[in-house]
């Protein structure tokens, strides 16, 4: 069994206890919805940070921090909902204080940038890993699904993709350097951009005033693409020259493992303008890179051969 | 360092990205209060289970879920608050579809006894590990703390015990059986009331009617004892003979290494009756251990040599 075919099982077996009258949203989209108060919801989502999976081993506790926290946050605001507040709990081997330290100033920057709160923790020892739980609001009933596209929507991203994975074949020759000086070196250095992406908390309200569907690129732009039309009878079109490349990416790698963390999202055709606008006024660059269609295809243009059959990152 | 002062570094790193206007209750407590809705605040815990920690290696999954479930249903319980969500992350090595499906059953089990519902998580390969963030409501401004016993006030604590040091010094032995089987032996097998810890939500209406403070039991008496007047300059007197042992426990083991996440808590004295009536409603057996001193002693009664200087689990 793949990782989807595992959280399906799952969901099965929990039956009524994964069922909610409140439950807007359960478990299976970037974060759950919970209609908790008349005019908000909450939008929660738990993420965990493996050592050597998601961070390279021995990676800079300070690295650590502020990518878990990015990581975490993206989902809130592929929801369309504004993060705010976390809990993380950290298992550590040994009580390394200059590695707890640095993580915690990481985990500080991430959270100022996100406007976020740290609530709650917990501390163990145990092979490094981190968990975080995410907490954000949205106004009622306003949440943006991932699988919710409609067919004609466009298909836009936004940044630039496939630094993640040059960054991951680059590992072995990898220097670490300290928070700040990475932080400025996010649009032209690989690693930077990698260890570091981006927290688009700005780009919020333009996920809430034009995507008809949202998600953020954590296992590679195919697996994304399909969350956009999961469960409908729904396809899509890429012309894959749309697709903003960091440069020296390749394709191939950007649609079978990317985890930049940008959002990847569907809008109708007629939001075209808003989009960019929204887009301009939060200070992120958007693409368009295809069309939902409403034929099950799967089209990729001009180079369909060899990448059509390309699928996600699976951790079974 | 210990856990402890680690946790207070990692704090006070966090600086401002630890605070927010809305937050009553940072990190520190059994969880965090949040100020959400006008009429209830928010409750939220995160807590790990860690296998060969806090439970034993090969652990079958339906009990590794029910314990995991139980372990954080308690943070919610001691503040007075009634659990409501929870997020899961699981990491195991292996896809193991047997485990992972057992392991969803006891999470299902114990969600139906907390009545709380699933609304997310996250599955990775890994080391097995649990995280749990647990989510719960209480009426504004009567979350119960952990540190806010006053001088006189009655020390109690809920059920019996002991079982979980008798259940680790057994482990060798540990031959195991089904959830359902188990379920049925807490109250006489130490194996099974180490596993499966009671869920205390029916003792949330006596926590918050009656308790000036309390903390669930998961490191020890002794420390959790230090829990209710730290920060303050107030001690304790405790009548060992009044703690609720199970039957063959010690005393000392119960001091250093208790995890029964039974309810410890303090309660002024004209409410004793109140406390008795509200436990017996909810079917939850009490004990009155001890009182609070407006002094800084800490007092064990008669057998205060050896036990004085026992302290509880720490991780580091």
């Given amino acids: 069994m793949n990782e989807v075919e595992l959280i399906k099982l799952i969901l099965d077996r929990l039956g009524t206890a994964g069922r ?38 021995d990676c800079p506790g300070d690295l650590v921090g502020y990518r878990t926290i990015a990581m975490s946050v993206s989902d809130i605001v592929a929801m369309g909902a504004v993060p705010r507040y976390l809990t993380i709990a950290l298992t550590i081997e040994q009580a390394d204080v200059d590695w707890i330290t640095a993580f915690a100033d990481g985990v500080r920057v991430g959270c100022t940038e996100a406007d976020t709160t740290v609530i709650g923790g917990n501390l163990a020892r145990g092979v490094k890993q981190i968990a975080v739980t995410a907490i954000g609001s949205v106004p009622k009933g306003q949440a943006i699904l991932r699988n919710t596209a409609q067919p004609k929507d466009d ?6 993709l496939g ?23 996010t649009s032209t250095d690989v690693i930077a951009r990698y260890l570091l992406p981006p927290i688009r908390t700005r780009f919020v309200d333009c996920v809430r005033e034009c995507a008809s569907a949202c998600t953020d690129i954590s296992d590679g732009l195919a697996f994304e693409l399909e969350q956009l039309v999961s469960g409908s009878t729904y396809g899509y079109t890429v012309e894959t020259h749309e697709i903003p490349l960091w440069p020296g990416a390749e394709l191939k790698d950007v649609l079978a493992n990317d985890d930049s ?3 990847l999202f569907t809008s109708s055709k007629d939001k075209r303008k808003v989009v960019l606008i929204s887009a301009q006024r939060s200070d992120v660059s958007v693409s368009r890179i295809g069309t939902v269609l409403s034929s099950s295809d799967r089209i ?17």
């Fill in 155 to 160: 298909i836009w991203v936004t940044g630039t």
């Fill in 261 to 263: 963390y940008e959002m």
């Fill in 20 to 57: 909610d009258a409140q439950l807007q949203i359960g478990p299976g989209d970037d974060a759950a919805v919970v209609a908790w108060k008349p005019e908000e919801e909450m939008v929660v989502s738990t993420d965990v940070c493996l050592d050597g999976v998601h961070v390279p081993k």
């Fill in 300 to 316: 990729f243009t001009p180079n369909h051969d060899g990448i059509s059959s390309i699928s996600g990152y699976s951790h079974f």
């Fill in 163 to 185: 630094a993640t994975s040059l960054a991951l074949q680059a590992t072995t020759k990898w220097s670490p350097r300290g928070l700040s000086e990475l932080k400025r070196l």
